[in-house]
Protein backbone atom coordinates (compact mmCIF):
# COMPACT_ATOMS: atom_id res chain seq x y z
CA UNK A 1 0.00 0.00 0.00
CA UNK A 2 1.58 3.18 -0.99
CA UNK A 3 1.19 6.63 0.63
CA UNK A 4 -1.59 7.43 -1.89
CA UNK A 5 -3.87 4.29 -1.40
CA UNK A 6 -4.71 4.30 2.48
CA UNK A 7 -8.32 3.86 4.19
CA UNK A 8 -10.99 3.81 1.68
CA UNK A 9 -9.07 4.88 -0.81
CA UNK A 10 -8.77 8.54 0.13
CA UNK A 11 -5.30 10.12 -1.40
CA UNK A 12 -3.20 13.18 -1.12
CA UNK A 13 -5.05 13.88 -4.16
CA UNK A 14 -8.64 13.78 -2.72
CA UNK A 15 -7.27 15.78 -0.07
CA UNK A 16 -5.55 18.31 -2.45
CA UNK A 17 -8.98 18.82 -4.50
CA UNK A 18 -11.15 19.41 -1.50
CA UNK A 19 -9.24 22.21 -0.31
CA UNK A 20 -7.88 23.40 -3.43
CA UNK A 21 -4.37 22.80 -2.95
CA UNK A 22 -1.29 21.17 -4.40
CA UNK A 23 -0.68 17.38 -3.54
CA UNK A 24 2.92 18.87 -2.15
CA UNK A 25 0.88 21.83 0.29
CA UNK A 26 -1.08 18.91 1.97
CA UNK A 27 2.04 16.21 2.14
CA UNK A 28 4.13 19.14 4.03
CA UNK A 29 0.89 20.00 5.85
CA UNK A 30 0.28 16.28 7.05
CA UNK A 31 3.80 16.46 8.48
CA UNK A 32 3.79 19.87 10.14
CA UNK A 33 5.88 21.45 8.23
CA UNK A 34 7.05 24.98 9.14
CA UNK A 35 6.79 26.19 5.67
CA UNK A 36 2.90 25.93 5.48
CA UNK A 37 0.53 28.11 7.24
CA UNK A 38 -0.77 27.12 10.37
CA UNK A 39 -4.06 27.71 9.21
CA UNK A 40 -3.94 25.70 5.83
CA UNK A 41 -2.03 23.21 8.52
CA UNK A 42 -5.18 23.25 10.26
CA UNK A 43 -7.71 22.35 7.43
CA UNK A 44 -5.38 19.75 6.18
CA UNK A 45 -5.12 18.03 9.12
CA UNK A 46 -8.91 17.74 10.38
CA UNK A 47 -9.92 17.36 6.86
CA UNK A 48 -7.59 14.05 6.76
CA UNK A 49 -8.86 13.01 10.30
CA UNK A 50 -12.86 13.91 9.14
CA UNK A 51 -11.83 11.08 6.21
CA UNK A 52 -9.67 8.52 8.62
CA UNK A 53 -6.41 9.44 5.95
CA UNK A 54 -3.44 8.15 7.74
CA UNK A 55 -0.11 9.20 6.84
CA UNK A 56 2.19 6.54 5.41
CA UNK A 57 5.64 7.59 7.00
CA UNK A 58 7.53 4.50 5.59
CA UNK A 59 5.92 4.98 1.71
CA UNK A 60 7.27 8.63 1.76
CA UNK A 61 10.65 7.62 3.12
CA UNK A 62 11.10 5.37 0.39
CA UNK A 63 10.43 8.19 -1.71
CA UNK A 64 12.76 11.02 -0.29
CA UNK A 65 15.22 8.80 1.16
CA UNK A 66 14.52 10.88 4.65
CA UNK A 67 12.58 9.17 7.57
CA UNK A 68 12.08 12.61 9.26
CA UNK A 69 13.12 10.58 12.51
CA UNK A 70 16.76 11.61 14.75
CA UNK A 71 17.76 8.77 16.65
CA UNK A 72 18.99 10.04 20.64
CA UNK A 73 21.08 7.34 22.48
CA UNK A 74 22.18 8.31 26.05
CA UNK A 75 24.13 6.48 28.53
CA UNK A 76 21.42 7.63 31.04
CA UNK A 77 18.04 9.53 31.70
CA UNK A 78 17.59 8.55 35.50
CA UNK A 79 20.11 11.30 36.17
CA UNK A 80 17.59 14.50 36.14
CA UNK A 81 19.76 16.52 33.88
CA UNK A 82 19.66 14.36 31.02
CA UNK A 83 15.80 14.35 31.10
CA UNK A 84 16.44 17.86 30.45
CA UNK A 85 18.63 17.20 27.96
CA UNK A 86 16.70 15.33 26.62
CA UNK A 87 13.54 17.18 26.28
CA UNK A 88 14.91 20.26 24.81
CA UNK A 89 16.42 18.14 22.06
CA UNK A 90 12.53 16.57 21.55
CA UNK A 91 11.27 20.22 21.46
CA UNK A 92 13.73 21.63 19.19
CA UNK A 93 13.14 18.38 16.43
CA UNK A 94 9.46 18.54 16.59
CA UNK A 95 9.93 22.11 15.66
CA UNK A 96 10.96 21.32 12.97
CA UNK A 97 9.13 18.39 11.90
CA UNK A 98 11.38 15.74 13.06
CA UNK A 99 10.54 12.28 15.69
CA UNK A 100 13.05 11.43 18.19
CA UNK A 101 14.12 7.51 18.66
CA UNK A 102 15.35 6.97 22.24
CA UNK A 103 18.12 4.26 23.08
CA UNK A 104 19.86 3.82 26.28
CA UNK A 105 22.81 1.86 27.56
CA UNK A 106 24.33 3.18 31.26
CA UNK A 107 27.68 2.75 30.96
CA UNK A 108 28.25 -0.28 29.13
CA UNK A 109 30.31 -0.25 25.53
CA UNK A 110 28.70 -3.68 24.62
CA UNK A 111 24.73 -2.18 25.52
CA UNK A 112 25.57 0.87 23.32
CA UNK A 113 26.71 -1.43 20.21
CA UNK A 114 24.08 -3.22 20.68
CA UNK A 115 21.85 0.05 20.61
CA UNK A 116 23.45 1.76 17.60
CA UNK A 117 23.04 -0.94 16.10
CA UNK A 118 19.55 -1.34 16.56
CA UNK A 119 18.43 2.21 15.73
CA UNK A 120 20.75 2.17 12.85
CA UNK A 121 18.08 -0.07 11.54
CA UNK A 122 15.73 2.41 11.41
CA UNK A 123 17.37 4.35 9.14
CA UNK A 124 17.42 7.77 11.15
CA UNK A 125 18.00 10.91 9.35
CA UNK A 126 20.48 11.49 12.07
CA UNK A 127 21.89 10.73 15.60
CA UNK A 128 22.40 12.55 18.59
CA UNK A 129 24.91 10.45 21.16
CA UNK A 130 26.05 11.16 24.40
CA UNK A 131 28.65 8.18 24.60
CA UNK A 132 29.38 5.65 27.33
CA UNK A 133 32.96 5.65 29.08
CA UNK A 134 35.29 4.46 27.34
CA UNK A 135 34.16 4.94 23.51
CA UNK A 136 36.73 5.44 21.17
CA UNK A 137 36.41 6.42 17.39
CA UNK A 138 36.80 2.72 16.65
CA UNK A 139 32.77 2.27 18.87
CA UNK A 140 31.36 5.09 16.59
CA UNK A 141 32.05 3.60 13.08
CA UNK A 142 28.61 1.03 13.05
CA UNK A 143 27.07 4.72 12.63
CA UNK A 144 29.47 7.07 10.84
CA UNK A 145 30.28 4.23 8.03
CA UNK A 146 26.85 3.72 7.62
CA UNK A 147 27.12 7.57 6.49
CA UNK A 148 24.76 8.31 9.42
CA UNK A 149 25.45 12.18 10.35
CA UNK A 150 26.34 12.18 14.52
CA UNK A 151 26.51 14.90 17.01
CA UNK A 152 28.12 14.51 20.23
CA UNK A 153 26.04 16.33 23.17
CA UNK A 154 27.52 16.70 26.86
CA UNK A 155 30.79 14.46 26.92
CA UNK A 156 33.01 13.91 23.33
CA UNK A 157 35.43 10.87 22.09
CA UNK A 158 38.77 12.23 21.67
CA UNK A 159 39.55 12.48 17.88
CA UNK A 160 36.09 11.98 17.01
CA UNK A 161 35.67 13.78 13.77
CA UNK A 162 31.93 15.13 14.72
CA UNK A 163 30.34 18.23 15.99
CA UNK A 164 29.70 18.77 19.42
CA UNK A 165 27.97 20.38 21.58
CA UNK A 166 28.50 20.86 25.45
CA UNK A 167 29.92 23.06 28.59
CA UNK A 168 33.29 24.35 29.43
CA UNK A 169 33.49 21.43 32.09
CA UNK A 170 37.36 22.81 33.24
CA UNK A 171 35.95 26.18 33.70
CA UNK A 172 33.24 25.11 35.14
CA UNK A 173 35.46 23.01 37.75
CA UNK A 174 37.46 26.39 38.17
CA UNK A 175 34.65 28.43 39.39
CA UNK A 176 33.25 25.91 41.46
CA UNK A 177 36.98 26.02 43.52
CA UNK A 178 37.55 29.58 43.18
CA UNK A 179 34.22 29.84 45.58
CA UNK A 180 35.68 26.99 47.74
CA UNK A 181 38.90 28.50 47.72
CA UNK A 182 37.33 32.23 48.59
CA UNK A 183 35.43 30.99 51.51
CA UNK A 184 38.80 30.13 53.31
CA UNK A 185 39.05 26.30 52.48
CA UNK A 186 42.02 24.48 51.26
CA UNK A 187 41.44 20.86 52.08
CA UNK A 188 38.90 20.50 48.74
CA UNK A 189 37.74 16.98 47.97
CA UNK A 190 36.80 15.79 44.36
CA UNK A 191 34.36 13.58 44.12
CA UNK A 192 33.18 11.75 41.16
CA UNK A 193 33.62 11.54 37.46
CA UNK A 194 37.18 9.14 35.62
CA UNK A 195 39.76 9.76 32.70
CA UNK A 196 37.38 7.44 30.39
CA UNK A 197 35.01 10.15 30.24
CA UNK A 198 36.08 13.78 28.85
CA UNK A 199 33.68 15.32 31.45
CA UNK A 200 35.36 13.72 34.20
CA UNK A 201 38.88 13.93 32.88
CA UNK A 202 38.38 18.15 32.09
CA UNK A 203 36.33 18.93 35.11
CA UNK A 204 39.73 16.73 37.14
CA UNK A 205 41.83 19.34 34.84
CA UNK A 206 40.32 22.37 36.05
CA UNK A 207 40.49 20.96 39.85
CA UNK A 208 43.86 20.42 39.38
CA UNK A 209 44.59 23.85 38.23
CA UNK A 210 42.71 26.02 39.95
CA UNK A 211 44.49 24.62 43.22
CA UNK A 212 48.06 25.06 41.54
CA UNK A 213 47.64 29.00 40.71
CA UNK A 214 46.73 29.16 44.48
CA UNK A 215 50.28 27.43 45.69
CA UNK A 216 47.84 24.42 46.50
CA UNK A 217 49.65 20.77 46.84
CA UNK A 218 47.36 18.34 44.92
CA UNK A 219 46.42 15.42 47.28
CA UNK A 220 45.24 12.17 45.63
CA UNK A 221 43.92 11.39 49.10
CA UNK A 222 41.11 13.70 48.16
CA UNK A 223 39.84 12.49 44.98
CA UNK A 224 37.11 9.84 44.54
CA UNK A 225 37.04 8.46 41.04
CA UNK A 226 34.05 7.06 40.19
CA UNK A 227 30.36 7.31 38.19
CA UNK A 228 28.05 10.07 38.84
CA UNK A 229 24.95 8.30 41.63
CA UNK A 230 23.63 9.47 45.45
CA UNK A 231 25.65 6.72 46.40
CA UNK A 232 28.52 7.39 45.55
CA UNK A 233 28.71 10.85 46.99
CA UNK A 234 27.13 9.39 49.76
CA UNK A 235 29.98 6.75 50.37
CA UNK A 236 32.60 9.11 49.84
CA UNK A 237 32.27 11.58 52.22
CA UNK A 238 31.72 9.35 54.89
CA UNK A 239 35.22 8.00 53.84
CA UNK A 240 36.77 11.16 53.27
CA UNK A 241 35.94 12.14 56.99
CA UNK A 242 38.08 9.45 58.13
CA UNK A 243 40.81 10.97 56.77
CA UNK A 244 43.87 12.09 59.54
CA UNK A 245 43.66 15.44 57.74
CA UNK A 246 39.93 15.37 56.38
CA UNK A 247 39.16 17.87 53.94
CA UNK A 248 36.35 20.36 54.73
CA UNK A 249 34.70 21.21 51.28
CA UNK A 250 34.01 19.13 48.39
CA UNK A 251 33.17 19.55 44.97
CA UNK A 252 31.57 17.01 43.12
CA UNK A 253 30.92 15.51 39.55
CA UNK A 254 27.34 16.34 39.53
CA UNK A 255 24.56 17.10 41.85
CA UNK A 256 23.02 13.77 42.15
CA UNK A 257 26.56 12.67 43.76
CA UNK A 258 26.42 16.34 45.55
CA UNK A 259 22.60 15.12 47.01
CA UNK A 260 24.18 11.88 48.09
CA UNK A 261 27.09 13.83 49.61
CA UNK A 262 24.72 16.04 51.99
CA UNK A 263 22.94 12.94 53.03
CA UNK A 264 26.28 11.05 54.06
CA UNK A 265 27.35 14.16 56.04
CA UNK A 266 23.61 14.36 58.05
CA UNK A 267 24.44 10.72 58.61
CA UNK A 268 27.76 11.45 60.02
CA UNK A 269 26.46 14.37 62.45
CA UNK A 270 27.76 17.19 59.87
CA UNK A 271 25.58 19.22 58.01
CA UNK A 272 26.29 20.85 54.26
CA UNK A 273 26.35 25.09 54.65
CA UNK A 274 27.07 24.90 58.72
CA UNK A 275 30.29 22.75 59.10
CA UNK A 276 31.03 21.40 55.40
CA UNK A 277 30.80 22.75 51.96
CA UNK A 278 29.62 21.00 49.00
CA UNK A 279 29.34 22.12 44.79
CA UNK A 280 27.55 20.49 42.57
CA UNK A 281 27.29 20.38 39.07
CA UNK A 282 24.59 20.47 36.54
CA UNK A 283 21.65 22.63 38.25
CA UNK A 284 19.20 20.35 37.86
CA UNK A 285 15.96 21.96 38.74
CA UNK A 286 16.07 19.19 42.30
CA UNK A 287 19.42 21.76 43.60
CA UNK A 288 17.46 24.56 43.78
CA UNK A 289 14.90 22.54 46.30
CA UNK A 290 17.29 20.66 48.34
CA UNK A 291 17.76 21.56 51.87
CA UNK A 292 19.78 23.54 52.31
CA UNK A 293 19.89 24.69 48.35
CA UNK A 294 22.66 23.51 46.73
CA UNK A 295 25.54 25.58 45.38
CA UNK A 296 26.09 24.30 41.94
CA UNK A 297 27.94 24.88 38.11
CA UNK A 298 24.45 25.85 36.02
CA UNK A 299 25.90 23.82 32.51
CA UNK A 300 23.26 25.64 30.34
CA UNK A 301 22.17 21.76 29.40
CA UNK A 302 18.83 23.43 27.81
CA UNK A 303 20.81 25.81 25.69
CA UNK A 304 22.90 22.11 24.92
CA UNK A 305 20.32 20.33 23.99
CA UNK A 306 18.92 22.84 21.57
CA UNK A 307 22.30 23.35 19.94
CA UNK A 308 22.72 19.92 19.62
CA UNK A 309 19.39 19.77 17.73
CA UNK A 310 20.61 22.42 16.02
CA UNK A 311 23.78 21.11 14.61
CA UNK A 312 22.39 17.85 13.67
CA UNK A 313 19.60 19.50 11.54
CA UNK A 314 22.54 21.57 9.33
CA UNK A 315 24.63 18.19 9.38
CA UNK A 316 21.71 16.53 7.78
CA UNK A 317 21.42 19.35 5.19
CA UNK A 318 25.05 19.49 4.45
CA UNK A 319 26.76 16.26 5.00
CA UNK A 320 30.54 17.99 4.05
CA UNK A 321 29.84 21.12 6.37
CA UNK A 322 32.97 21.81 8.26
CA UNK A 323 32.90 20.26 11.54
CA UNK A 324 31.67 22.72 14.81
CA UNK A 325 31.93 22.78 18.60
CA UNK A 326 29.39 24.77 19.92
CA UNK A 327 31.50 24.96 24.14
CA UNK A 328 28.97 26.80 26.37
CA UNK A 329 30.51 28.91 29.05
CA UNK A 330 29.37 27.58 32.63
CA UNK A 331 28.14 29.84 35.88
CA UNK A 332 27.95 29.50 39.51
CA UNK A 333 24.93 29.50 41.14
CA UNK A 334 25.88 30.00 44.83
CA UNK A 335 22.53 28.96 47.37
CA UNK A 336 23.01 27.54 50.62
CA UNK A 337 25.19 24.46 50.66
CA UNK A 338 28.99 26.30 51.28
CA UNK A 339 29.63 28.74 54.13
CA UNK A 340 33.15 30.22 55.23
CA UNK A 341 35.83 28.16 56.95
CA UNK A 342 34.97 27.50 60.86
Not at 185 to 196: F, K, M, V, Y
Request: aromatic share 6%; hydrophobic share 40%; net charge neutral.
Amino acid sequence: MTEGQERGRVTLQVIADKLSLSTATVSLALRDSAVVAESTKQRVQELARELGYVYNRSAASLRTARTNIIAVAFHDITNPYFTELLSTIEDTASRNGLTILLGTYAESLEKQNKVFATLREYRPDGMIICPAGGTTVANLRILTSAGIPVVQVSREVPDAPLDFAGSDDARGMELAVEHLLALGHRRIALIGGNELISTGHNRRIGYRNTLARHGIRFDPALVVEGFGTRELGFRSVQSLLGLHDPPTAAVCFNDLVAFGAMLGLRHAGREAGVDFSVVGCDDVAEAAQWYPALTTVHNRQLEMGQSAAELLIRRIASPQAEVRRVLLEPRLVVRNSTCPLR
